[in-house]
């Protein structure tokens, strides 16, 4: 098995910051690419970030300039640095990675998900 789980989520105002973290632990030989996701109120989910293990990064249009997303190769941990916040941020928001497993699997793994509310 293999466990993804976030933290980091919370209330924050309008113009403030917050950071995400998503630790995967479990059966992994190996994690490749790694990103969050959001899912807002009625709405599709959306990408946020994505970064591989040599660290190269991709962002989606509405966050490009004031997300950071980052990695911990050493201990399979992706951080997500949310500056200037906007109420439009406000989603649950999603780990994801690509893990190659101990049992020779190739899986896209998910976190649980965290609430991040932005209030202006």
């Known amino acids: 098995q293999v466990r993804l789980v976030e933290s980091g989520g919370g209330l924050v105002q309008a113009g403030g910051s917050l950071r995400l973290s998503c630790a995967a632990s479990?059966?992994?030989?190996?994690?490749?690419?790694m990103g969050w996701y959001r899912r807002a109120p009625g709405k599709q989910r959306e990408l946020v970030a994505t970064i591989t293990s040599g660290g190269s990064t991709n962002y989606g249009d509405s966050v490009k300039g004031r997300f950071t997303i980052s990695r911990d190769n050493a201990k399979n941990t992706v951080y997500l640095q949310m500056n200037s916040l906007k109420p439009e941020d406000t989603a649950v928001y999603y780990c994801?990675?690509?893990?190659?497993?101990?049992?020779?699997?190739?899986?896209?793994?998910w976190g649980q998900g965290t609430q991040v509310t932005v209030s202006s």
């Open positions: 479990g059966s992994i030989f190996r994690v490749d690419a």
């Open positions: 994801n990675a690509e893990v190659y497993r101990q049992n020779g699997a190739y899986t896209s793994d």
